[in-house]
């Protein structure tokens, strides 16, 4: 690997890990209300289900692989402290799966900063990079949403 290779390899790892954890960490200033149910940015004008994301994706599969972050950065919380069946826990569990969601979000569209140095191969790599760490976790997320949320219906 050339001098310059390694040197545009450095700056996407940086740069992916300076997005990330600015992201992080911004995401964790995020008021409650901008996370809560009726905010714009949670309406969609398609239906999900639970049953969708188990049959097309195999998520129950899968899920369990991938890390818990939440708690990488101060005032993150990691979802598995947040594992009481009250109702208080619950919604904070819910509000904190939109949190990621939104991170997730965030942090997609950095590949796009990566053309600014690198070679038209390298960005398609960055950008298949950006669709493997981010779409997944967007799911879980989005799954275990509808899942707590059919939960607390159940429980009043």
Request: charged share 20%.
């Amino acid at each position: 690997m050339s001098a310059s290779a390694s040197l545009a390899v450095l700056q996407c790892a940086l740069g992916w890990l300076c997005w990330s954890l600015l992201v992080g960490a911004l995401a964790n200033r995020i008021p409650a209300s901008w996370l809560a149910a009726g905010h714009w940015i949670w309406r969609r004008p398609w239906r999900e289900s639970r049953q969708a994301f188990e049959r097309r994706l195999a998520i129950r599969r899968w899920k369990g692989w991938l890390p818990d972050a939440g708690n990488a950065l101060p005032k993150g919380v990691a979802k598995e402290a947040l594992v009481g069946r009250n109702r208080a826990d619950l919604e904070r569990l819910v509000l904190e799966t939109r949190r990621a969601e939104l991170v997730h979000l965030l942090l997609w569209p950095f590949w796009i900063v990566t053309s600014s140095w690198l070679a038209p191969a390298e960005v398609l790599l960055n950008l298949l990079f950006a669709y493997c760490f981010n779409l997944p976790c967007i799911w879980i997320q989005r799954y275990n949403r509808l899942r707590l949320i059919r939960l607390l219906e159940r429980h009043p």
